[in-house]
């Protein structure tokens, strides 16, 4: 069982930064494929960002050049970094784990997910 905890969310101006970090419990994390997602009011949930055990990425054209996806194996944390944000990006951002050796780009490809944490950018 992993649980896992968002943090990092906030109220940012558009163009701005915000970084998003997550815990992950258990001792065999750095086994576990890592993704982002998120969800706006009244839209489906939207991949964002995924990132393999040995830290192969992969981002949707939505977010590619502006968001960045890494992982720390010693502090059980994978890390959302998000550049030059927009209105558009606004959402609830979950993280999500699960075994594997690739990265996943589907939701429901993932075990365990996190509470989310809300995104706003303000125009």
Same mark, same amino acid.
């Given at each position: 069982?992993?649980?896992?905890? @968002?943090?990092?969310?906030?109220?940012?101006?558009?163009?701005?930064?915000?970084?998003?970090?997550?815990?992950?419990?258990?001792? *065999?994390? =750095?086994?576990?494929?890592? #993704?982002?997602?998120? %969800?706006?009011? /009244? &839209? @489906?949930?939207?991949?964002?960002? *995924?990132? =393999?055990?040995?830290?192969? +990425?992969?981002?949707?054209? =939505?977010?590619?050049?502006?968001? !960045?996806? =890494?992982?720390?194996?010693?502090?059980? +944390?994978?890390?959302?970094?998000?550049?030059?944000? &927009?209105? @558009?990006? +606004?959402?609830?951002?979950?993280?999500?784990?699960?075994? /594997?050796?690739?990265?996943?780009? %589907?939701?429901?490809?993932? @075990?365990?997910? #996190? %509470?989310? !944490?809300?995104? *706003?950018?303000?125009?």
């Amino acid at each position: 069982q992993v649980q896992l905890v @968002e943090s990092g969310g906030g109220l940012v101006q558009a163009g701005g930064s915000l970084r998003l970090s997550c815990a992950a419990s258990g001792r *065999t994390f =750095s086994t576990y494929a890592m #993704g982002w997602f998120r %969800q706006a009011p /009244g &839209k @489906e949930r939207e991949f964002v960002a *995924t990132i =393999s055990r040995n830290g192969y +990425t992969y981002y949707p054209d =939505s977010v590619k050049g502006r968001f !960045t996806i =890494s992982r720390d194996n010693a502090k059980n +944390t994978v890390y959302l970094q998000m550049n030059s944000v &927009k209105p @558009e990006d +606004t959402a609830v951002y979950y993280c999500a784990a699960r075994r /594997g050796n690739y990265y996943y780009i %589907q939701g429901d490809d993932y @075990e365990y997910w #996190g %509470q989310g !944490t809300q995104v *706003t950018v303000s125009s």
